[in-house]
């Protein structure tokens, strides 16, 4: 009996070992960029209808944010349209940049074809021609920096906001994008920096644009699934809310 009960043991641990990454718990998650950094990542941005021209010279300035993206005047094309078009020609993400009263105010990612979609409320946007003393916009691929990513809700928020962007292969690129968590609020900032031989110090240079963005919503889907799952929703008015750190 014993060696019946000892023959047994050992079988279930060698079908335990057989394939580690089985052990794992599977969520949506791991599908959702499972393809993520094996291709470099193609983006479509777009607008609000009827933009304002801030929020034109917005958008281009986050078409030339994110490397291999194209920016489209979206004219009177409904959501569901731009999301089956961004589906159609294979783009790995959908951002649209929205306004009130000429001011750029939201900011929604859809990673395609099935999300997660991350809805973002901009704050303080700066544009580049407003920058004093702005740098050349360069075509290298940025280091990425994030900052102050803690939580579970955070590590998916910064997941969302990285695979805009294709992985660094040159090490010796002087282009770097920062997203600097404080109190949920994350700053964004573009520079490029060189390290003159004389003096051996960096020199950062601010390439815009500039601005604040806060999450409110990520949904399991598209913005042409009424039914897709709310996975996460801001409840500022809780009575903790001042209290709780989310990212």
């Given amino acids: ?137 360069s075509q290298q691929y940025p280091h990425l920096i994030f900052e102050n990513f803690t939580t579970k809700l955070g590590k998916r928020v910064s997941d969302c906001l990285k695979y805009l962007f294709p992985m660094v292969t040159k090490t010796d690129t002087t282009r770097v994008v920062t997203f600097d968590n404080n109190n949920d609020f994350i700053s964004f900032r573009h520079h490029t920096y060189q390290i003159p031989s004389e003096t051996k110090k960096v020199v950062l240079t601010e390439v815009g644009p500039r601005f604040e963005m806060r999450i409110y919503q990520i949904k399991l889907g598209t913005m042409d699934m009424p039914e897709a799952e709310t996975e996460w929703v801001l409840r500022p008015y809780q009575n903790t809310a001042k209290k709780r750190k989310l990212l």
């Avoid at 009996?1 to 060698?14: C, E, I, P, S």
């Avoid at 959501?79 to 001011?103: M, P």
């Avoid at 859809?110 to 997660?116: D, L, N, R, T």
Wanted: with cysteine; hydrophobic share 35%; net charge neutral.
């Fill in 1 to 137: 009996y014993q060696r019946r009960v000892h023959g047994a043991w050992k079988l279930n641990k060698r079908i335990e070992l057989e394939d580690v990454e089985h052990q794992d718990i599977h969520t949506h998650v791991d599908d959702e960029y499972g393809l993520a950094g094996f291709e470099d990542p193609r983006i479509l941005v777009t607008t609000s209808r009827d933009p304002s021209q801030k929020l034109t010279i917005f958008a281009k300035e986050i078409k030339l944010l994110f490397p291999n993206s194209v920016r489209m005047n979206r004219g009177t094309t409904p959501s569901s349209a731009l999301v089956n078009l961004a589906r159609k020609h294979q783009f790995t993400d959908l951002v649209i940049i929205h306004e009130t009263r000429g001011e750029p105010d939201g900011l929604i990612v859809q990673h395609m074809p099935y999300g997660p979609t991350c809805y973002f409320t901009l704050f303080n946007v700066v544009t580049r021609h407003e920058i004093p003393k702005v740098g050349p916009m």
